[in-house]
Protein backbone atom coordinates (compact mmCIF):
# COMPACT_ATOMS: atom_id res chain seq x y z
CA UNK A 1 0.00 0.00 0.00
CA UNK A 2 2.56 2.23 1.17
CA UNK A 3 4.57 1.57 -2.39
CA UNK A 4 1.51 2.68 -4.74
CA UNK A 5 0.86 5.89 -2.44
CA UNK A 6 4.12 6.85 -3.17
CA UNK A 7 3.85 5.67 -7.00
CA UNK A 8 1.02 8.14 -7.18
CA UNK A 9 3.00 10.71 -5.36
CA UNK A 10 5.55 10.21 -8.14
CA UNK A 11 3.53 10.68 -11.09
CA UNK A 12 1.46 13.57 -9.39
CA UNK A 13 4.82 15.34 -9.34
CA UNK A 14 5.37 14.83 -13.25
CA UNK A 15 1.80 15.92 -13.86
CA UNK A 16 2.34 18.87 -12.15
CA UNK A 17 5.62 19.50 -13.76
CA UNK A 18 4.34 18.83 -17.32
CA UNK A 19 1.74 21.06 -16.97
CA UNK A 20 3.68 24.02 -15.40
CA UNK A 21 6.24 23.08 -18.42
CA UNK A 22 2.87 23.41 -20.97
CA UNK A 23 1.84 26.21 -19.42
CA UNK A 24 5.09 28.04 -19.28
CA UNK A 25 5.56 27.10 -23.54
CA UNK A 26 2.02 28.71 -23.88
CA UNK A 27 2.45 31.75 -22.14
CA UNK A 28 3.60 34.52 -24.73
CA UNK A 29 7.47 36.13 -24.17
CA UNK A 30 6.67 39.97 -23.81
CA UNK A 31 8.09 41.69 -26.14
CA UNK A 32 11.11 44.13 -25.09
CA UNK A 33 9.99 47.96 -25.32
CA UNK A 34 11.74 48.85 -28.57
CA UNK A 35 12.22 52.75 -27.34
CA UNK A 36 13.34 54.49 -24.46
CA UNK A 37 12.75 57.89 -22.56
CA UNK A 38 15.66 59.50 -23.72
CA UNK A 39 16.81 61.39 -27.30
CA UNK A 40 18.98 59.09 -29.02
CA UNK A 41 16.42 56.06 -28.74
CA UNK A 42 13.44 57.93 -29.67
CA UNK A 43 15.47 59.22 -32.71
CA UNK A 44 15.61 55.84 -34.19
CA UNK A 45 11.88 56.29 -34.75
CA UNK A 46 11.59 56.30 -38.54
CA UNK A 47 9.14 58.59 -40.42
CA UNK A 48 6.75 55.66 -42.31
CA UNK A 49 6.01 55.76 -45.66
CA UNK A 50 2.69 56.09 -45.45
CA UNK A 51 3.55 59.65 -44.27
CA UNK A 52 6.09 60.28 -46.87
CA UNK A 53 3.20 59.05 -49.47
CA UNK A 54 0.31 61.06 -48.09
CA UNK A 55 1.39 64.76 -48.73
CA UNK A 56 -1.82 66.50 -47.89
CA UNK A 57 -4.59 65.90 -44.94
CA UNK A 58 -7.34 68.07 -43.00
CA UNK A 59 -8.05 68.90 -39.71
CA UNK A 60 -10.51 71.63 -37.77
CA UNK A 61 -10.31 74.18 -35.10
CA UNK A 62 -14.07 73.51 -33.36
CA UNK A 63 -15.30 73.91 -30.35
CA UNK A 64 -16.72 76.29 -27.97
CA UNK A 65 -14.50 79.10 -28.99
CA UNK A 66 -16.79 78.58 -32.57
CA UNK A 67 -19.59 80.03 -31.17
CA UNK A 68 -19.00 83.59 -30.67
CA UNK A 69 -18.16 83.92 -34.35
CA UNK A 70 -15.57 86.95 -33.54
CA UNK A 71 -12.04 87.27 -34.88
CA UNK A 72 -9.96 84.48 -33.73
CA UNK A 73 -9.65 80.90 -32.73
CA UNK A 74 -7.97 83.19 -29.23
CA UNK A 75 -11.36 85.01 -28.45
CA UNK A 76 -11.23 82.48 -25.18
CA UNK A 77 -7.91 83.82 -23.79
CA UNK A 78 -8.28 87.48 -25.09
CA UNK A 79 -11.62 87.94 -23.65
CA UNK A 80 -10.55 88.15 -20.55
CA UNK A 81 -7.52 90.87 -21.37
CA UNK A 82 -9.20 93.87 -19.62
CA UNK A 83 -7.16 97.03 -19.08
CA UNK A 84 -5.63 95.41 -15.44
CA UNK A 85 -4.25 92.71 -17.17
CA UNK A 86 -0.23 92.58 -18.44
CA UNK A 87 -1.11 91.92 -21.60
CA UNK A 88 -3.22 95.00 -22.06
CA UNK A 89 -1.33 97.08 -24.26
CA UNK A 90 -0.98 100.82 -22.59
CA UNK A 91 -3.41 100.00 -19.90
CA UNK A 92 -6.14 99.54 -22.65
CA UNK A 93 -8.74 96.97 -22.52
CA UNK A 94 -8.27 94.25 -26.04
CA UNK A 95 -11.45 94.51 -29.14
CA UNK A 96 -12.21 91.25 -27.67
CA UNK A 97 -12.92 92.17 -23.47
CA UNK A 98 -14.70 95.45 -25.33
CA UNK A 99 -16.80 93.06 -27.13
CA UNK A 100 -17.73 90.28 -25.03
CA UNK A 101 -19.07 92.41 -22.40
CA UNK A 102 -20.97 94.71 -24.42
CA UNK A 103 -22.36 91.22 -25.90
CA UNK A 104 -22.37 88.84 -22.83
CA UNK A 105 -22.09 90.94 -20.09
CA UNK A 106 -19.32 90.87 -17.25
CA UNK A 107 -17.06 88.21 -16.80
CA UNK A 108 -17.78 87.24 -13.55
CA UNK A 109 -21.18 86.70 -14.95
CA UNK A 110 -20.71 85.28 -18.12
CA UNK A 111 -17.41 83.58 -18.90
CA UNK A 112 -15.78 81.31 -21.26
CA UNK A 113 -17.48 78.20 -19.38
CA UNK A 114 -20.69 79.64 -20.53
CA UNK A 115 -19.86 78.95 -24.34
CA UNK A 116 -19.75 75.54 -23.69
CA UNK A 117 -23.87 75.14 -23.35
CA UNK A 118 -24.58 76.82 -26.93
CA UNK A 119 -21.50 74.70 -28.58
CA UNK A 120 -24.19 71.99 -29.54
CA UNK A 121 -22.84 70.94 -32.58
CA UNK A 122 -26.81 69.75 -33.38
CA UNK A 123 -25.79 69.11 -36.99
CA UNK A 124 -22.67 67.70 -36.91
CA UNK A 125 -22.46 64.50 -39.03
CA UNK A 126 -19.19 62.80 -38.85
CA UNK A 127 -19.57 60.35 -42.18
CA UNK A 128 -20.64 63.71 -43.78
CA UNK A 129 -17.41 65.47 -42.68
CA UNK A 130 -15.52 62.48 -43.66
CA UNK A 131 -17.02 62.17 -47.15
CA UNK A 132 -16.09 65.56 -47.80
CA UNK A 133 -12.45 65.28 -46.41
CA UNK A 134 -11.87 62.31 -49.04
CA UNK A 135 -13.44 64.21 -51.52
CA UNK A 136 -10.99 66.79 -51.06
CA UNK A 137 -8.12 64.45 -51.70
CA UNK A 138 -6.71 64.19 -47.94
CA UNK A 139 -4.91 61.27 -47.07
CA UNK A 140 -5.24 62.26 -43.19
CA UNK A 141 -7.78 64.04 -41.54
CA UNK A 142 -8.96 65.06 -37.69
CA UNK A 143 -10.32 66.96 -35.45
CA UNK A 144 -8.06 69.48 -32.95
CA UNK A 145 -8.14 66.75 -29.90
CA UNK A 146 -7.99 70.15 -27.28
CA UNK A 147 -7.55 73.58 -27.50
CA UNK A 148 -5.92 75.76 -25.58
CA UNK A 149 -8.90 76.53 -23.65
CA UNK A 150 -8.85 73.23 -22.01
CA UNK A 151 -11.91 71.75 -23.35
CA UNK A 152 -11.35 68.09 -24.78
CA UNK A 153 -13.31 67.00 -27.77
CA UNK A 154 -13.70 63.21 -26.83
CA UNK A 155 -15.08 60.70 -24.43
CA UNK A 156 -11.99 61.59 -21.25
CA UNK A 157 -12.88 59.66 -17.75
CA UNK A 158 -10.22 62.28 -16.35
CA UNK A 159 -12.16 65.30 -16.64
CA UNK A 160 -15.74 66.49 -16.82
CA UNK A 161 -14.81 69.54 -19.47
CA UNK A 162 -15.20 67.19 -22.55
CA UNK A 163 -17.78 66.71 -25.51
CA UNK A 164 -19.11 64.02 -24.08
CA UNK A 165 -20.07 65.64 -21.07
CA UNK A 166 -20.96 68.97 -21.88
CA UNK A 167 -21.86 70.96 -24.40
CA UNK A 168 -22.49 68.73 -27.69
CA UNK A 169 -22.56 65.31 -24.97
CA UNK A 170 -20.78 63.22 -28.21
CA UNK A 171 -17.72 61.61 -28.16
CA UNK A 172 -16.57 63.98 -31.70
CA UNK A 173 -12.73 62.06 -31.83
CA UNK A 174 -14.62 59.14 -31.63
CA UNK A 175 -17.34 59.64 -33.88
CA UNK A 176 -15.19 61.43 -36.56
CA UNK A 177 -12.29 58.29 -35.77
CA UNK A 178 -14.62 55.76 -37.20
CA UNK A 179 -16.05 57.62 -40.64
CA UNK A 180 -12.51 58.64 -41.56
CA UNK A 181 -10.66 55.48 -41.00
CA UNK A 182 -13.67 53.95 -42.79
CA UNK A 183 -12.83 55.47 -45.98
CA UNK A 184 -9.24 54.40 -45.92
CA UNK A 185 -7.56 57.76 -44.42
CA UNK A 186 -5.57 57.95 -41.50
CA UNK A 187 -7.00 59.61 -38.50
CA UNK A 188 -4.73 62.19 -36.19
CA UNK A 189 -5.04 64.03 -33.23
CA UNK A 190 -3.78 67.61 -32.82
CA UNK A 191 -3.01 68.64 -29.19
CA UNK A 192 -2.63 72.38 -27.85
CA UNK A 193 -3.11 71.69 -24.11
CA UNK A 194 0.60 73.52 -23.24
CA UNK A 195 -1.34 76.44 -23.77
CA UNK A 196 -4.00 76.26 -21.07
CA UNK A 197 -0.91 77.26 -18.47
CA UNK A 198 -1.46 80.72 -18.26
CA UNK A 199 -4.16 81.03 -21.13
CA UNK A 200 -6.76 82.49 -18.83
CA UNK A 201 -6.07 85.55 -15.98
CA UNK A 202 -7.19 82.77 -13.09
CA UNK A 203 -5.30 85.35 -10.37
CA UNK A 204 -8.34 87.94 -11.32
CA UNK A 205 -10.79 88.04 -8.72
CA UNK A 206 -13.13 90.17 -11.17
CA UNK A 207 -13.52 87.03 -13.90
CA UNK A 208 -14.66 83.28 -13.10
CA UNK A 209 -11.39 82.28 -14.03
CA UNK A 210 -10.36 82.25 -10.50
CA UNK A 211 -13.86 80.55 -9.12
CA UNK A 212 -12.13 76.83 -7.67
CA UNK A 213 -15.27 75.24 -8.78
CA UNK A 214 -14.01 75.78 -12.74
CA UNK A 215 -10.57 74.71 -12.19
CA UNK A 216 -11.00 72.10 -14.20
CA UNK A 217 -11.50 74.23 -17.19
CA UNK A 218 -9.54 77.14 -16.32
CA UNK A 219 -6.02 75.10 -14.92
CA UNK A 220 -4.25 76.66 -12.00
CA UNK A 221 -4.17 79.24 -9.67
CA UNK A 222 -1.04 81.40 -10.98
CA UNK A 223 0.00 84.80 -10.32
CA UNK A 224 -0.69 88.16 -12.00
CA UNK A 225 1.90 88.00 -15.44
CA UNK A 226 2.60 84.76 -14.65
CA UNK A 227 3.27 82.79 -18.31
CA UNK A 228 1.29 85.91 -20.27
CA UNK A 229 2.17 86.20 -23.72
CA UNK A 230 4.97 88.61 -24.45
CA UNK A 231 3.38 92.22 -25.90
CA UNK A 232 5.22 91.12 -29.15
CA UNK A 233 3.11 88.79 -30.04
CA UNK A 234 5.45 85.67 -30.99
CA UNK A 235 8.35 86.99 -30.01
CA UNK A 236 9.62 83.56 -27.99
CA UNK A 237 9.40 82.06 -30.93
CA UNK A 238 12.29 84.55 -32.65
CA UNK A 239 14.17 84.35 -28.86
CA UNK A 240 13.21 88.00 -28.62
CA UNK A 241 11.86 87.84 -25.43
CA UNK A 242 11.09 84.53 -22.88
CA UNK A 243 7.89 84.29 -21.52
CA UNK A 244 6.97 80.77 -20.34
CA UNK A 245 8.15 81.10 -16.82
CA UNK A 246 7.28 79.30 -14.20
CA UNK A 247 7.30 76.45 -16.00
CA UNK A 248 4.43 73.91 -15.30
CA UNK A 249 3.89 72.07 -12.00
CA UNK A 250 3.97 68.21 -11.69
CA UNK A 251 0.23 68.33 -11.42
CA UNK A 252 -0.15 69.72 -14.94
CA UNK A 253 2.26 68.28 -16.53
CA UNK A 254 1.38 64.92 -15.34
CA UNK A 255 -2.62 65.84 -16.38
CA UNK A 256 -0.58 66.96 -20.23
CA UNK A 257 0.71 63.18 -20.48
CA UNK A 258 -2.43 61.38 -19.24
CA UNK A 259 -4.76 62.88 -21.50
CA UNK A 260 -2.59 62.26 -24.38
CA UNK A 261 -2.63 58.44 -23.22
CA UNK A 262 -6.12 58.48 -23.31
CA UNK A 263 -6.39 59.89 -26.41
CA UNK A 264 -3.79 57.14 -27.95
CA UNK A 265 -5.52 54.23 -25.55
CA UNK A 266 -8.88 55.12 -26.71
CA UNK A 267 -8.53 56.15 -30.07
CA UNK A 268 -5.12 54.85 -31.63
CA UNK A 269 -4.22 57.84 -34.05
CA UNK A 270 -2.13 57.29 -36.76
CA UNK A 271 -0.40 60.76 -36.06
CA UNK A 272 -0.64 63.09 -33.18
CA UNK A 273 0.26 66.87 -33.69
CA UNK A 274 1.37 69.39 -31.46
CA UNK A 275 1.36 73.13 -31.05
CA UNK A 276 4.28 74.57 -29.26
CA UNK A 277 4.83 76.07 -26.52
CA UNK A 278 5.90 73.09 -25.08
CA UNK A 279 8.53 74.79 -23.18
CA UNK A 280 6.34 74.73 -20.66
CA UNK A 281 6.24 71.05 -20.01
CA UNK A 282 8.83 68.73 -18.44
CA UNK A 283 11.44 67.53 -20.70
CA UNK A 284 10.94 64.16 -19.18
CA UNK A 285 7.06 64.66 -19.91
CA UNK A 286 7.68 65.46 -23.54
CA UNK A 287 10.22 62.37 -23.72
CA UNK A 288 7.61 59.86 -21.82
CA UNK A 289 5.05 60.95 -24.29
CA UNK A 290 6.68 60.20 -27.40
CA UNK A 291 7.96 56.41 -25.78
CA UNK A 292 5.05 55.48 -25.11
CA UNK A 293 3.56 56.49 -28.10
CA UNK A 294 6.30 54.65 -30.08
CA UNK A 295 6.08 51.97 -28.16
CA UNK A 296 2.10 51.27 -27.91
CA UNK A 297 2.42 51.66 -31.99
CA UNK A 298 5.21 49.07 -32.35
CA UNK A 299 3.08 46.85 -30.30
CA UNK A 300 0.43 46.83 -31.83
CA UNK A 301 2.42 46.76 -35.95
CA UNK A 302 1.29 50.63 -36.44
CA UNK A 303 3.64 52.91 -38.32
CA UNK A 304 2.77 56.35 -36.37
CA UNK A 305 3.97 60.08 -36.92
CA UNK A 306 4.19 62.45 -34.05
CA UNK A 307 5.04 66.28 -34.95
CA UNK A 308 6.83 69.22 -33.37
CA UNK A 309 7.41 72.81 -33.57
CA UNK A 310 10.42 74.66 -33.00
CA UNK A 311 12.81 72.59 -30.18
CA UNK A 312 10.20 71.21 -28.44
CA UNK A 313 11.41 67.70 -29.67
CA UNK A 314 14.77 66.73 -30.22
CA UNK A 315 15.38 66.74 -34.18
CA UNK A 316 15.07 63.45 -35.81
CA UNK A 317 12.74 62.24 -33.06
CA UNK A 318 9.59 63.33 -34.39
CA UNK A 319 8.47 65.29 -37.88
CA UNK A 320 9.06 68.88 -38.41
CA UNK A 321 5.66 71.49 -38.27
CA UNK A 322 6.15 74.66 -38.86
CA UNK A 323 2.92 77.49 -38.87
CA UNK A 324 1.41 79.35 -41.53
CA UNK A 325 4.78 78.81 -42.91
CA UNK A 326 7.12 77.36 -45.83
CA UNK A 327 10.68 75.95 -46.71
CA UNK A 328 12.29 78.19 -49.52
CA UNK A 329 14.49 75.13 -50.48
CA UNK A 330 14.40 71.74 -50.67
CA UNK A 331 15.06 69.84 -47.38
CA UNK A 332 16.82 65.99 -46.84
CA UNK A 333 14.27 65.46 -44.12
CA UNK A 334 10.60 65.21 -44.49
CA UNK A 335 8.48 68.01 -43.06
CA UNK A 336 4.96 69.28 -42.33
CA UNK A 337 3.17 72.66 -42.64
CA UNK A 338 0.03 73.59 -40.91
CA UNK A 339 -2.39 76.35 -42.51
CA UNK A 340 -5.71 77.80 -42.33
CA UNK A 341 -8.19 77.91 -45.08
CA UNK A 342 -8.39 81.42 -43.59
CA UNK A 343 -5.97 84.33 -43.66
CA UNK A 344 -7.26 85.78 -40.71
CA UNK A 345 -8.68 82.97 -38.11
CA UNK A 346 -8.38 79.09 -37.19
CA UNK A 347 -11.97 78.80 -36.46
CA UNK A 348 -15.56 80.17 -37.99
CA UNK A 349 -15.95 84.07 -37.31
CA UNK A 350 -18.53 86.41 -38.89
CA UNK A 351 -16.21 87.97 -41.63
CA UNK A 352 -13.35 85.45 -42.74
CA UNK A 353 -11.30 86.47 -45.56
CA UNK A 354 -11.08 82.75 -47.46
CA UNK A 355 -7.61 81.72 -49.51
CA UNK A 356 -8.58 81.24 -53.37
CA UNK A 357 -8.33 77.26 -54.58
CA UNK A 358 -5.50 78.54 -56.66
CA UNK A 359 -3.52 79.67 -53.52
CA UNK A 360 -4.22 76.40 -51.38
CA UNK A 361 -2.50 74.57 -54.70
CA UNK A 362 0.04 76.16 -55.60
CA UNK A 363 1.18 76.34 -51.79
CA UNK A 364 0.10 72.55 -52.01
CA UNK A 365 2.51 71.83 -54.75
CA UNK A 366 5.36 74.07 -53.54
CA UNK A 367 5.76 71.94 -50.45
CA UNK A 368 5.38 68.89 -51.27
CA UNK A 369 8.30 69.56 -53.92
CA UNK A 370 10.60 70.39 -50.98
CA UNK A 371 9.93 67.39 -49.32
CA UNK A 372 7.36 68.60 -46.86
CA UNK A 373 3.36 67.95 -46.49
CA UNK A 374 0.64 69.88 -46.03
CA UNK A 375 -1.98 69.95 -43.15
CA UNK A 376 -4.73 72.03 -43.93
CA UNK A 377 -6.97 73.63 -41.27
CA UNK A 378 -10.96 74.05 -41.86
CA UNK A 379 -13.30 76.10 -39.94
CA UNK A 380 -16.92 74.51 -39.11
CA UNK A 381 -19.52 76.57 -37.53
CA UNK A 382 -20.88 76.02 -33.59
CA UNK A 383 -23.45 73.86 -35.60
CA UNK A 384 -21.55 71.72 -36.97
CA UNK A 385 -21.77 72.91 -40.72
CA UNK A 386 -19.20 73.42 -42.78
CA UNK A 387 -19.05 77.11 -44.61
CA UNK A 388 -20.18 76.85 -48.24
CA UNK A 389 -17.10 78.73 -49.62
CA UNK A 390 -15.22 75.92 -47.70
CA UNK A 391 -16.47 72.89 -49.26
CA UNK A 392 -16.66 74.88 -52.48
CA UNK A 393 -12.70 75.17 -52.07
CA UNK A 394 -11.73 71.69 -50.73
CA UNK A 395 -13.90 70.09 -53.39
CA UNK A 396 -12.05 71.98 -56.23
CA UNK A 397 -8.92 71.03 -54.63
CA UNK A 398 -10.09 67.17 -54.84
CA UNK A 399 -11.26 67.96 -58.77
CA UNK A 400 -7.17 68.88 -58.96
CA UNK A 401 -5.66 65.91 -57.10
CA UNK A 402 -7.95 63.29 -59.37
CA UNK A 403 -6.44 64.55 -62.79
CA UNK A 404 -2.74 66.31 -60.76
CA UNK A 405 -2.39 63.75 -57.83
CA UNK A 406 0.06 61.13 -59.79
CA UNK A 407 2.47 64.32 -59.82
CA UNK A 408 1.65 64.90 -55.62
CA UNK A 409 1.03 61.11 -53.49
CA UNK A 410 3.40 58.88 -53.39
CA UNK A 411 6.22 61.16 -54.70
CA UNK A 412 9.75 62.55 -53.85
CA UNK A 413 11.97 65.19 -54.70
CA UNK A 414 13.80 66.08 -57.24
CA UNK A 415 17.66 67.14 -57.20
CA UNK A 416 16.32 70.46 -57.05
CA UNK A 417 12.87 71.82 -55.98
CA UNK A 418 12.18 73.89 -58.87
CA UNK A 419 12.71 76.94 -60.72
CA UNK A 420 11.34 80.36 -60.92
CA UNK A 421 10.72 84.14 -60.27
CA UNK A 422 8.78 83.87 -56.55
CA UNK A 423 10.95 83.87 -53.44
CA UNK A 424 9.34 82.51 -50.29
CA UNK A 425 10.20 84.21 -47.41
CA UNK A 426 10.80 81.79 -44.11
CA UNK A 427 9.71 82.08 -40.56
CA UNK A 428 6.80 81.50 -38.05
CA UNK A 429 3.19 82.95 -39.68
CA UNK A 430 5.21 84.63 -42.64
CA UNK A 431 2.68 82.77 -45.09
CA UNK A 432 1.08 86.06 -45.71
CA UNK A 433 4.19 87.86 -46.94
CA UNK A 434 4.48 85.08 -49.91
CA UNK A 435 2.99 86.51 -52.97
CA UNK A 436 1.57 84.59 -55.69
CA UNK A 437 3.00 82.39 -58.27
CA UNK A 438 3.39 82.49 -61.92
CA UNK A 439 3.42 80.43 -64.71
CA UNK A 440 7.61 81.17 -64.20
CA UNK A 441 7.67 78.78 -61.34
CA UNK A 442 7.71 75.33 -61.73
CA UNK A 443 8.12 72.97 -59.28
CA UNK A 444 9.61 69.05 -59.84
CA UNK A 445 8.55 65.84 -58.36
CA UNK A 446 9.73 62.14 -58.91
CA UNK A 447 8.28 58.64 -59.10
CA UNK A 448 10.87 55.84 -60.17
CA UNK A 449 12.13 57.41 -63.22
CA UNK A 450 9.45 59.31 -63.80
CA UNK A 451 9.69 63.38 -63.46
CA UNK A 452 7.02 65.69 -63.05
CA UNK A 453 7.52 69.30 -64.00
CA UNK A 454 4.25 71.59 -62.79
CA UNK A 455 4.19 75.06 -63.84
CA UNK A 456 1.74 76.97 -61.21
CA UNK A 457 -0.23 79.24 -64.17
CA UNK A 458 -1.01 78.67 -67.47
CA UNK A 459 1.86 80.10 -70.08
CA UNK A 460 0.39 82.69 -72.04
CA UNK A 461 2.42 81.76 -75.39
CA UNK A 462 1.38 78.20 -75.89
CA UNK A 463 4.74 77.03 -74.75
CA UNK A 464 6.43 76.23 -71.53
CA UNK A 465 10.12 76.41 -70.90
CA UNK A 466 11.76 74.87 -68.28
CA UNK A 467 15.33 76.01 -67.94
CA UNK A 468 16.37 73.54 -65.38
CA UNK A 469 15.96 70.71 -68.25
CA UNK A 470 17.82 72.28 -70.46
CA UNK A 471 19.75 69.69 -72.89
CA UNK A 472 24.16 69.03 -71.62
CA UNK A 473 25.15 70.54 -68.58
CA UNK A 474 21.83 70.73 -66.78
CA UNK A 475 20.28 68.61 -63.63
CA UNK A 476 18.04 65.78 -66.42
CA UNK A 477 21.12 63.91 -68.08
CA UNK A 478 18.45 61.43 -69.58
CA UNK A 479 17.14 61.23 -72.70
CA UNK A 480 13.52 62.25 -72.84
CA UNK A 481 11.38 59.31 -74.69
CA UNK A 482 7.66 61.50 -74.24
CA UNK A 483 6.21 63.98 -72.39
CA UNK A 484 2.17 63.94 -71.57
CA UNK A 485 -0.18 67.04 -69.51
CA UNK A 486 -2.03 65.10 -66.54
CA UNK A 487 -5.30 65.02 -67.99
CA UNK A 488 -4.78 65.09 -71.36
CA UNK A 489 -4.79 62.39 -73.48
CA UNK A 490 -1.76 61.40 -76.34
CA UNK A 491 2.07 62.56 -76.22
CA UNK A 492 3.23 66.31 -76.45
CA UNK A 493 5.91 67.77 -78.89
CA UNK A 494 8.52 69.00 -77.36
CA UNK A 495 11.90 70.22 -77.92
CA UNK A 496 15.24 69.97 -75.83
CA UNK A 497 18.38 72.25 -76.75
CA UNK A 498 21.08 74.05 -74.57
CA UNK A 499 18.68 76.54 -73.47
CA UNK A 500 15.45 75.03 -72.48
CA UNK A 501 13.48 72.03 -72.63
CA UNK A 502 10.17 73.67 -74.64
CA UNK A 503 6.88 71.71 -74.73
CA UNK A 504 4.07 72.56 -76.85
CA UNK A 505 1.07 72.97 -74.87
CA UNK A 506 -2.57 71.35 -75.86
CA UNK A 507 -5.75 73.27 -75.37
CA UNK A 508 -6.00 74.21 -71.66
CA UNK A 509 -7.11 71.64 -69.20
CA UNK A 510 -8.82 72.90 -65.43
CA UNK A 511 -8.03 76.15 -64.19
CA UNK A 512 -5.27 75.98 -61.60
CA UNK A 513 -1.56 74.29 -61.39
CA UNK A 514 -0.84 71.91 -64.69
CA UNK A 515 1.28 69.02 -64.31
CA UNK A 516 3.31 67.81 -67.14
CA UNK A 517 4.09 64.06 -66.50
CA UNK A 518 7.93 63.26 -68.25
CA UNK A 519 9.22 59.85 -69.22
CA UNK A 520 13.11 59.07 -70.17
CA UNK A 521 14.14 56.39 -72.51
CA UNK A 522 14.83 53.20 -70.72
Not at 48 to 59: C, Q, R, V
Not at 236 to 251: F, R, S, V, W
Not at 476 to 487: D, F, N, P, R, V
Amino acid sequence: MKFFKQLKLVVLVVAVALSCKENKEETPVQKEAKYTADWESLKQHDTPEWFLDAKFGIYCHWGPYSVPEYESEWYAHWMYVNADNPEAVDGKASKFYDHHVKTYGSLKEFGYKDFIPMFKAEKFDAAEWADLFQKAGAKFAGPVSEHADGFAMWDSKITEWDAKDKGPKRDVMGELAKEIRKRDMKFIATYHRQWLFGWYPTWDETTDASDPQYAGLYGPKLKKGDNQMPRSAHAIETGKEKAHYPLADKAFNDEWLARLKEIIDNYDPDLVWFDNKMDVISEDHRKEFLEYYYNNADKNGKDVVSTYKFYDFKPGSAVLDLERARMSEKKDFPWLTDDSIDWKSWSHISNPRYKSTNRLIDFLVDVVSKNGAVLLNITPRADGTIPEPVKERLLEMGQWLKVNGEAIYGTRTFDIYGEGDAEVIEGHLSEEKNADNTAKDIRFTTKGDILYATVLDWPANGELKIRSLKEGDGVYKKEIASIQMLGNEGDLDFNRNSENLTITLPKKVGDHAFSFKITPKE
